[in-house]
């Protein structure tokens, strides 16, 4: 099963969507990202185990490699093609049995930041677990939150980053949604590669996720609350 997982992260970071894609050439006829996740479904994997060690193994390197400028844009977009084929299969093994819906979750990529990858994964998991996810998408305005949240009163909402530059972003929609004077408030939860405990606490989020499994207890915890 490792060997498998490997080979999921390797075709991942080689863009591999399926046996039948054009790219990268020198895997013609060779199977890419669904038929490798399908095939250890099928031998009895755990689904989070072939997100973690095959998909999101695959992204780490990604990361890494564009980073230091050894893949570029094109690369990056074709691996995430990759790695939202396999998330798909996954999505319905995540999710918990008949579990009743836990209420919902509203979430969003904030303003001037087009990275969903991570938001995407986080509503895979909430949903898993129960919760009925409102996605307002990329990119989205503190107007829009604000809307969302009058329109949904009492959800709590998660606002993710993945820029330096957009972070600040998160503190205007906290701003924001607090000005709103909505009744009862709003809970919010924040999360995105550049985010920390400390950042959370100074723009007066509600919580801190560092990742999607994480995500999932901090929004448990916040509507115990
Ligand atoms: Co961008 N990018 N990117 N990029 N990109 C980063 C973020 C960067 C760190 C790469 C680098 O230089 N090392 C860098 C940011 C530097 C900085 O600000 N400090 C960067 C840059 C600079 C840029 C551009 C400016 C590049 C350019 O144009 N010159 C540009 C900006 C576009 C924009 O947003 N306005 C850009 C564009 C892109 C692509 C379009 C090519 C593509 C995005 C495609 C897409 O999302 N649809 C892309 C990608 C893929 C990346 C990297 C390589 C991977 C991000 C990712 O998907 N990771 C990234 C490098 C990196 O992060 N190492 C990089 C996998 C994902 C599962 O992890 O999103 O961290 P992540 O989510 C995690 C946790 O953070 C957490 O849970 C998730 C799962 O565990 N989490 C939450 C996320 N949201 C949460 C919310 C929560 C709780 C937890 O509660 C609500």
């Known amino acids: 099963m490792q060997e498998l997982l490997k080979t999921i992260a390797d075709r991942v970071i080689a863009g591999r969507v399926d046996a039948q894609s054009p790219h990268p050439p ?12 399908t095939q250890a479904l099928d031998q009895g994997a755990d689904p989070l185990t072939v997100l973690n060690q095959g998909l999101l193994a695959g992204m780490e390197v990604v990361g890494r490699q564009f980073r230091d400028c050894e893949i ?20 319905p093994h ?4 008949g579990a009743s ?19 995407n994964l986080v509503s895979m998991m909430l949903e898993g677990a129960g919760f009925e996810i409102v996605d307002l998408g990329i990119n989205v305005p503190e107007e829009k939150f604000v809307e969302a ?7 709590p909402i998660g ?10 972003n998160m503190e205007k929609t906290i701003r924001a949604l607090r000005a ?15 985010i ?18 994480l995500a999932v207890e901090a929004v448990k915890r916040l509507m115990a609350a």
């Open 26 to 37: 020198e895997l013609a006829g060779q199977p890419g990202v669904k038929e490798l996740v």
């Open 72 to 91: 570029f844009i094109p690369d990056v977009l074709v691996a995430c093609q990759a790695m939202r084929a396999g998330a798909d299969l996954l999505r």
């Open 94 to 97: 995540l999710r918990e049995g």
């Open 101 to 119: 819906p836990l209420g919902k979750f509203i979430i969003g990529t904030v303003k001037g930041d087009l990275h969903d990858i991570g938001k």
């Open 149 to 155: 949240a009058r329109a949904h009163p009492g959800v």
């Open 159 to 168: 606002l993710s980053a993945l820029l330096s530059t957009t972070m600040v």
């Open 180 to 194: 709103a004077n909505l009744p009862g408030g709003v809970k919010t939860v924040i999360g995105g590669a550049p």
């Open 196 to 213: 920390t405990q400390e950042f959370a606490d100074q723009i007066g989020a509600d919580a801190f996720a560092p990742d999607a499994s």
